[in-house]
């Protein structure tokens, strides 16, 4: 069978724009997470379905109001696995998601396995959706649909040939068929390079080249037009004739092969509909008609009647708009409005008057939106985005649809307020625009974080859209803190060509510089509830604002504790091309080159180190196939700051061009930055600690082969909420064995992984506090006994993490046990087993004194026997956010009271730890010390270095046992 790997994997990026949600979830068989409400009445939660191998696969379902059973249409999503692209979309409040509820169908949004293989396994994986969608009791068994869109489209064509459903809608099929493809590439249709350059790779691994794989057919050769006279159900087909990734002939050519195998098919290919509109990317008339189409689709093949109050049925006409659609439609318009604002205000002071209102534009402008009658529009007054008076016959269709500047993208957020302040500097009005994140119109008393996005050349204050929706749905989720998002207007002086580079310009027309710090930052902290310090304030931009945001954070380190740059405009003399040369002759630096260097970023780092070194979290963000003027000096940058021992994040996502809305779509998960700049999410309250939990029997035996999965014990030990320590190290253990785990650039580490029938409290802890535990890179052992490894098999099969060891106890987790045959403590209860955990191969085997660096961490291995041979001490450094210190800590894998550890504890008394972990909580007192820092106890309660030389001397002998 022709593998569909790489062809399909130049697809990852596309398919949703959608708020992306960063819940990534992996469940053992625990409790489902409780129904979220939503304005229409309908409820929607993460769930998950056991795909082949009983491989366990995110989902999210969402019911509409009512007991059912309803029909149901399962969702796929284009590109590779993606949990929060799963989960968004099936939260989606528009088209088509908004359409099945409104019709009272539920919706099921499935991903594909972790680490996705792009192979038919993933085509039996959705089957298995289907019938777990099947068994739900609300679900009306006999009504099911299926709709997928790129990849997932793919999928929707393979499966329809192998599972019974009413209808299935495969959209914009990536790759559906790659000699159709490389035929119709030939007969001149658009197809763009990547997938060009996919099926290449396919034809080189059947020995042919490129313009063979046309002639020379593979005998082993299959796809979805191969397999027509399978397909089990009616097939409606969307993609637009102006797709390059699903060219309109292959799209024809399936339909017609559907037809004379005498399949029941529609075809819906409107000339405008790039890739992705099916799902909203772009929101535009012909997203709505295909919600139309497919609604009408479904419930002909549900034989359900159409109701005309939710969607319209005349042939040709859009969707009924939905109140959230018309509110998001409305913040569309008042973006448009402002950017049609900023051409006619010639003078940047703020309002429509005079000479700019004597010229046609202005004067149609004025009539639009003069709310006052006084002749003058001011940003406040299109606020709202709504013209006073419009008239059908006015040009205000003209006025809202003006196109955007250079670096400005098209897109909005009804999630934005329109906003202005009094600037004494530019002695006028200056917009911004407002985020106000979930929780503050609930708590009165509560501050919050902020960030300031800066846009790029051309834009405005609402191009911060796309990073107020992805973040809004990762703070939903648990998965960033909530915090205020504050979209600056950069004033882009003359257009795009001589944007204001956030900086003061040098003959003083524009102190941009001076209106942010001095001005805008004072209004922010005064008017809302900010935390109004540094370690509270972050500033992210693109382009043009990445550079403005990198030049601000490091000329005044005093007033930003973050700082992140998306493909930053990092210009210089010479350098960048005509556009650049115009910024750096005729915009701020006035082709002063020392002017232009005390404000360029590589030289601000050179200069002030000390300021920037293990004080503020940097993230530099890049595209593959950014100009030179950003991908080369970012990368300039990364070097110097490397260079200089100032750490930070240095992420190329790949080909995202110049542009933040595919920035923000390759990285779903970039809130999660901000969990670490600000610290993470409070987990949601539930009981205290060390307040008893409910008994929970977990069944393993999916999860842990053997003996093992038949664990059945009576617990003295019980689940406990997670917490963090400091500086991304949480706690999260249970009441009677601690885990640790700690973040790194290369993914988490687990500093033991607790007996094996507690491991699902173990993820359920790794979640809670935001995390995937699918992101669970290491995991090391602190000593080689049952509750301290008992985990480590399942981390490693199941995730693929590595396990790492003291040499001197790597053997005995072969074998699986300390003491084959010999009954074994399981929790309080003795049983007698062969083993008392899954063997497993260790993958590092460590070494007295070793220090390894992983992921921007740095751990020193001490050797600390006398519990095991191998017992570890783990060494490794901290940073503490509020005053910036750095505090070692230090985490004891295991002891053994009385004289024999004295030479042990004389080693360990060496090491300068302030910051000490024990194996258990009771080793270092953890729920103490948990509560005192709940309770904000300064300095944290964790650091306790006479605490831990006084634990040394007790398990030594010296005081007695404790």
Same mark, same amino acid.
């Given at each position: 069978?022709?593998?569909?790997?790489?062809?399909?994997?130049?697809?990852?990026?596309?398919?949703?724009?959608?708020?992306?949600?960063?819940?990534?979830?992996?469940?053992?068989?625990?409790?489902?997470?409780?129904?979220?409400?939503?304005?229409?009445?309908?409820?929607?939660?993460?769930?998950?379905?056991?795909?082949?191998?009983?491989?366990?696969?995110?989902?999210?379902?969402? !019911?509409?109001?009512?007991?059912?059973?309803?029909?149901?249409?399962?969702?796929?999503?284009?590109?590779?696995?993606?949990?929060?692209?799963?989960?968004?979309?099936?939260?989606?409040?528009?088209?088509?998601?908004?359409?099945?509820? /409104?019709?009272?169908?539920?919706?099921?949004?499935?991903?594909?396995?972790?680490?996705?293989?792009?192979?038919?396994?993933?085509?039996?994986?959705?089957? *298995?959706?289907?019938?777990?969608?099947?068994?739900?009791?609300?679900?009306?068994? %006999?009504?099911?649909?299926?709709?997928?869109?790129?990849?997932?489209?793919?999928?929707?064509?393979?499966?329809?040939?192998?599972?019974?459903?009413?209808?299935?809608?495969?959209?914009?099929?990536?790759?559906?068929?790659?000699?159709?493809?490389?035929?119709?590439?030939?007969?001149?249709?658009?197809?763009?390079?990547?997938?060009?350059?996919?099926?290449?790779?396919?034809?080189?691994?059947?020995?042919?080249?490129?313009?063979?794989?046309?002639?020379?057919?593979?005998?082993?050769?299959?796809?979805?037009?191969?397999?027509?006279?399978?397909?089990?159900?009616?097939? @409606?087909?969307?993609?637009?004739?102006?797709?390059?990734? =699903?060219?309109?002939?292959?799209?024809?050519?399936?339909?017609?092969?559907?037809?004379?195998?005498?399949?029941?098919?529609?075809?819906?290919?409107?000339?405008?509909?790039?890739?992705?509109?099916?799902?909203?990317?772009?929101?535009?008339?012909?997203?709505?008609?295909?919600?139309?189409?497919?609604?009408?689709?479904?419930?002909?093949?549900?034989? @359900?009647?159409?109701?005309?109050?939710?969607?319209?049925?005349?042939?040709?006409?859009?969707?009924?708009?939905?109140?959230?659609?018309?509110?998001?439609?409305? /913040?569309?318009?008042?973006?448009?409005?402002?950017?049609?604002?900023?051409?006619?205000?010639?003078?940047?002071?703020?309002?429509?008057?005079?000479?700019?209102?004597? =010229?046609?534009?202005?004067?149609?402008?004025?009539?639009?939106?003069?709310?006052?009658?006084?002749?003058?529009?001011?940003?406040?007054?299109?606020?709202?985005?709504?013209?006073?008076?419009?008239?059908?016959?006015?040009?205000?269709?003209?006025?809202?649809?003006?196109?955007?500047?250079?670096?400005?993208?098209?897109?909005?957020?009804?999630?934005?307020?329109?906003?202005?302040?009094?600037?004494?500097?530019?002695?006028?009005?200056?917009?911004?625009?407002?985020?106000?994140?979930?929780?503050?119109?609930?708590?009165?008393?509560?501050?919050?974080?902020?960030?300031? #996005?800066?846009?790029?050349?051309?834009?405005?204050?609402?191009?911060? #859209?796309?990073?107020?929706?992805?973040?809004?749905?990762?703070?939903?989720?648990?998965?960033?803190?909530?915090?205020?998002?504050?979209?600056?207007?950069?004033?882009?002086?003359?257009?795009?060509?001589?944007?204001?580079?956030?900086?003061?310009?040098?003959?003083?027309? +524009?102190?941009?510089?001076?209106?942010?710090?001095?001005?805008?930052?004072?209004?922010?902290?005064?008017?809302?509830?900010?935390?109004?310090? *540094?370690?509270?304030?972050? +500033?992210?931009?693109?382009?043009?604002?990445?550079?403005?945001?990198?030049?601000? /954070?490091?000329?005044?380190?005093?007033?930003?504790?973050?700082?992140?740059?998306?493909?930053?405009?990092?210009?210089?003399?010479?350098?960048?091309?005509?556009?650049?040369?115009?910024?750096?002759?005729?915009?701020?630096?006035?082709?002063?080159?020392?002017?232009?260097?005390?404000?360029?970023?590589?030289?601000?780092?050179?200069?002030?180190?000390?300021?920037? %070194?293990?004080?503020?979290?940097?993230?530099?963000?890049?595209?593959?196939?950014?100009?030179?003027? &950003?991908?080369?000096?970012?990368?300039?940058?990364?070097? %110097?700051? !490397?260079?200089?021992?100032?750490?930070?994040?240095?992420?190329?996502?790949?080909?995202?061009?110049?542009?933040?809305?595919?920035?923000?779509?390759?990285?779903?998960?970039?809130?999660?930055?901000?969990?670490?700049?600000?610290?993470?999410?409070?987990?949601?309250?539930?009981?205290?600690?060390?307040?008893?939990?409910?008994?929970?029997?977990?069944?393993?035996? !999916?999860?842990?082969?053997?003996?093992?999965?038949?664990?059945?014990? =009576?617990?003295?030990?019980?689940?406990?909420?997670?917490?963090?320590?400091?500086?991304?190290?949480?706690?999260?253990?249970?009441?009677?064995?601690?885990?640790?785990?700690?973040?790194? &650039?290369?993914?988490?580490?687990?500093?033991?992984?607790?007996?094996?029938?507690?491991?699902?409290?173990?993820?359920? =802890?790794?979640?809670?506090?935001?995390?995937?535990?699918?992101?669970?890179?290491?995991?090391?052992?602190?000593?080689?006994?049952?509750?301290?490894?008992?985990?480590?098999?399942?981390?490693?099969?199941?995730?693929?993490?590595?396990?790492?060891?003291?040499?001197?106890?790597?053997?005995?987790?072969?074998?699986?046990? #300390?003491?084959?045959?010999?009954?074994?403590?399981?929790?309080?209860?003795?049983?007698?087993?062969?083993?008392?955990?899954?063997?497993?191969?260790?993958?590092?085997?460590?070494?007295?004194?070793?220090?390894?660096?992983?992921?921007?961490?740095?751990?020193?291995?001490?050797?600390?026997?006398?519990?095991?041979?191998?017992?570890?001490?783990?060494?490794?450094?901290?940073?503490?956010?509020?005053?910036?210190?750095? &505090?070692?800590?230090?985490?004891?894998?295991?002891?053994?009271?009385?004289?024999?550890?004295?030479?042990?504890?004389?080693?360990?008394?060496?090491?300068?730890?302030?910051?000490?972990?024990?194996?258990?909580?009771?080793?270092?007192?953890?729920?103490?010390?948990?509560?005192?820092?709940?309770?904000?106890?300064?300095?944290?309660?964790?650091?306790?270095?006479?605490?831990?030389?006084?634990?040394?001397?007790?398990?030594?002998?010296?005081?007695?046992?404790?």
């Amino acid at each position: 069978m022709l593998s569909l790997n790489p062809f399909l994997r130049s697809f990852a990026l596309v398919s949703l724009a959608i708020p992306f949600s960063c819940a990534l979830v992996l469940s053992v068989d625990v409790a489902p997470v409780a129904w979220e409400k939503f304005s229409d009445g309908s409820q929607g939660r993460v769930e998950e379905y056991r795909g082949v191998n009983e491989t366990p696969i995110t989902a999210y379902v969402r !019911k509409p109001k009512g007991d059912g059973p309803f029909p149901a249409v399962v969702l796929i999503h284009g590109g590779g696995e993606s949990a929060t692209g799963t989960h968004a979309l099936g939260r989606m409040t528009t088209a088509p998601t908004e359409n099945f509820i /409104a019709r009272g169908w539920a919706v099921y949004s499935i991903d594909f396995r972790p680490q996705s293989p792009f192979l038919p396994i993933e085509w039996d994986d959705a089957c *298995r959706a289907i019938a777990t969608l099947r068994a739900m009791p609300f679900v009306d068994a %006999k009504r099911i649909a299926l709709m997928g869109g790129s990849h997932g489209g793919y999928n929707t064509a393979r499966v329809a040939s192998r599972c019974d459903l009413s209808c299935a809608i495969p959209c914009a099929a990536a790759a559906i068929d790659p000699v159709e493809v490389a035929k119709a590439q030939q007969a001149g249709e658009a197809v763009n390079q990547r997938a060009m350059d996919a099926i290449r790779k396919q034809a080189a691994g059947y020995g042919l080249m490129l313009e063979e794989l046309t002639t020379k057919l593979p005998a082993n050769y299959n796809t979805p037009l191969t397999e027509v006279a399978n397909v089990r159900c009616p097939l @409606l087909l969307i993609s637009g004739r102006n797709d390059s990734s =699903s060219p309109p002939s292959v799209m024809e050519t399936y339909a017609q092969k559907l037809r004379a195998a005498g399949k029941q098919v529609e075809l819906y290919l409107p000339d405008n509909g790039p890739h992705g509109f099916y799902f909203g990317n772009p929101r535009i008339a012909e997203t709505d008609e295909a919600a139309r189409r497919a609604v009408e689709f479904i419930a002909k093949h549900f034989a @359900l009647p159409l109701k005309s109050s939710n969607v319209a049925t005349t042939p040709g006409k859009t969707a009924a708009i939905t109140p959230a659609a018309t509110k998001r439609e409305s /913040a569309n318009d008042a973006g448009k409005a402002e950017q049609l604002f900023r051409r006619l205000d010639k003078n940047n002071d703020g309002k429509i008057a005079g000479d700019e209102a004597a =010229s046609e534009p202005g004067k149609k402008f004025v009539r639009m939106f003069d709310k006052n009658g006084d002749g003058i529009v001011t940003l406040a007054e299109i606020g709202g985005g709504s013209p006073a008076s419009p008239s059908p016959q006015s040009d205000a269709g003209k006025a809202k649809s003006a196109a955007p500047r250079a670096e400005s993208q098209r897109g909005d957020s009804a999630l934005l307020q329109s906003k202005s302040f009094q600037s004494a500097a530019l002695k006028g009005e200056v917009s911004y625009t407002l985020y106000l994140p979930p929780g503050y119109e609930n708590d009165k008393q509560r501050r919050f974080p902020v960030v300031f #996005w800066l846009h790029g050349g051309g834009g405005t204050p609402r191009d911060c #859209w796309k990073f107020v929706e992805v973040t809004d749905a990762a703070i939903k989720v648990g998965h960033c803190p909530e915090m205020l998002i504050v979209g600056v207007d950069g004033r882009s002086r003359g257009g795009a060509r001589t944007g204001s580079q956030y900086s003061d310009w040098k003959d003083g027309s +524009l102190p941009m510089e001076t209106v942010i710090i001095k001005e805008l930052l004072p209004h922010i902290d005064q008017t809302c509830r900010t935390l109004g310090t *540094r370690e509270g304030r972050s +500033l992210e931009g693109f382009s043009m604002g990445g550079h403005g945001a990198l030049h601000l /954070a490091f000329r005044h380190p005093d007033l930003f504790g973050a700082v992140t740059a998306l493909g930053p405009a990092l210009i210089m003399p010479g350098d960048g091309g005509n556009r650049v040369q115009e910024v750096y002759q005729n915009g701020a630096y006035k082709g002063d080159e020392a002017y232009w260097r005390a404000h360029d970023p590589l030289t601000l780092a050179e200069k002030n180190p000390v300021a920037l %070194k293990g004080k503020m979290f940097i993230r530099l963000i890049t595209g593959e196939v950014e100009g030179n003027f &950003t991908h080369r000096r970012t990368v300039e940058l990364s070097a %110097k700051l !490397k260079s200089l021992g100032i750490e930070h994040e240095f992420i190329r996502p790949g080909e995202t061009g110049h542009n933040y809305v595919k920035y923000y779509e390759a990285m779903p998960d970039a809130p999660k930055f901000y969990a670490k700049a600000f610290g993470q999410p409070a987990p949601p309250k539930k009981s205290a600690a060390t307040d008893p939990a409910p008994p929970v029997c977990y069944d393993i035996s !999916k999860s842990f082969p053997g003996e093992i999965g038949q664990y059945r014990v =009576s617990r003295t030990s019980r689940p406990v909420e997670p917490f963090e320590i400091m500086d991304g190290l949480y706690y999260v253990g249970n009441s009677q064995v601690s885990a640790h785990l700690l973040t790194t &650039t290369n993914g988490l580490v687990l500093m033991d992984s607790t007996m094996p029938h507690q491991v699902p409290w173990l993820l359920d =802890s790794i979640r809670k506090l935001g995390f995937d535990p699918r992101d669970v890179k290491v995991v090391i052992g602190g000593h080689a006994h049952l509750d301290h490894i008992g985990g480590h098999w399942y981390f490693q099969q199941h995730h693929g993490a590595q396990t790492w060891l003291h040499e001197a106890d790597a053997a005995a987790t072969e074998s699986g046990a #300390w003491q084959p045959g010999k009954p074994v403590a399981l929790d309080g209860t003795l049983a007698t087993i062969s083993v008392a955990f899954p063997p497993f191969k260790t993958d590092r085997r460590l070494r007295d004194g070793e220090t390894v660096e992983w992921g921007g961490r740095k751990f020193t291995f001490h050797l600390a026997a006398g519990h095991t041979p191998g017992t570890l001490f783990i060494e490794f450094p901290l940073r503490d956010k509020s005053s910036g210190k750095i &505090t070692i800590a230090g985490m004891l894998g295991g002891v053994r009271a009385g004289a024999a550890f004295a030479p042990t504890a004389a080693r360990l008394r060496a090491v300068d730890v302030q910051l000490w972990l024990g194996a258990h909580p009771n080793q270092n007192k953890t729920f103490d010390k948990q509560r005192l820092l709940r309770e904000r106890a300064q300095p944290n309660p964790f650091i306790d270095p006479v605490g831990w030389q006084e634990f040394l001397k007790r398990m030594s002998g010296r005081a007695g046992a404790p």
